[in-house]
T-cell receptor, first 112, second 112 residues
């Protein structure tokens, strides 16, 4: 089944404790992206990647890192999480030449 | 920057028709999407318009006017399961990539 998976789905952590949210897709898509969704603000792009070893900042990259060492994986790294990074996070992917984006199920992160 | 506006909330009656509007001001416009999102779930693709006019898909239709920076999503024969948020997203070509910018979403409540 074609899908985008994220882990963990739910995470409660404390300020300053490094964490990684994994994202994996099995559709051989070149383009992958991370969004965060907050009430009243909608979905905002954090980082995106057009292919292996090619990443770029979205609208709200501060406090986040990403890597794209393999085509299927695009982890989101929070080196020192803060409470303002409490949010619902979505990973998405698509074929480079197409328009439809496939979203993962979301990761709800709470930083206390 | 990108500016995308849509109403925050709407209520409609089961069996009726509802129109959700979206206005945008962007540079590098390269298409407009509508997504449906149930609470706590991932957005799911509804429609994509890149040329002016109406695209119809079953009970859902989407319209685009590029000169006016305007789109609407039309939902016919409303069902209770259509209660969800509807996200307008503009595809923008910038720095060599197509990225999506989302409005804050319109929460639709369908009442009996």
């Amino acid at each position: 089944e074609a899908q985008v998976t994220q882990n963990p789905r739910y995470l409660i952590t404390v300020t300053g404790k490094k964490l990684t949210v994994t994202c994996s897709q099995n559709m051989n898509h070149e383009y992958m992206s991370w969004y965060r969704q907050d009430p009243g603000l909608g979905l905002r792009q954090i980082y995106y990647s057009m292919n292996v070893e090619v990443t770029d900042k979205g609208d709200v990259p501060e406090g986040y890192k990403v890597s794209r060492k393999e085509k299927r994986n695009f982890p989101l790294i929070l080196e020192s999480p803060s409470p303002n990074q409490t949010s619902l996070y979505f990973c998405a992917s698509r074929d480079q030449g197409t328009y439809e984006q496939y979203f993962g199920p979301g990761t709800r992160l709470t930083v206390t | 920057g990108q500016n995308i506006d849509q109403p925050t909330e709407m209520t409609a009656t089961e069996g009726a028709i509802v129109q959700i509007n979206c206005t945008y001001q962007t540079s590098g416009f390269n298409g407009l999407f509508w997504y449906q999102q149930h609470a706590g779930e991932a957005p799911t693709f509804l429609s994509y318009n890149v040329l002016d006019g109406l695209e119809e898909k079953g009970r859902f239709s989407s319209f685009l006017s590029r000169s006016k920076g305007y789109s609407y999503l039309l939902l016919k024969e409303l069902q209770m399961k259509d209660s969800a948020s509807y996200l307008c997203a503009v595809r923008v070509f910038q720095t060599g990539a197509n990225n999506l910018f989302f409005g804050t979403g319109t929460r639709l409540t369908v009442i009996p």
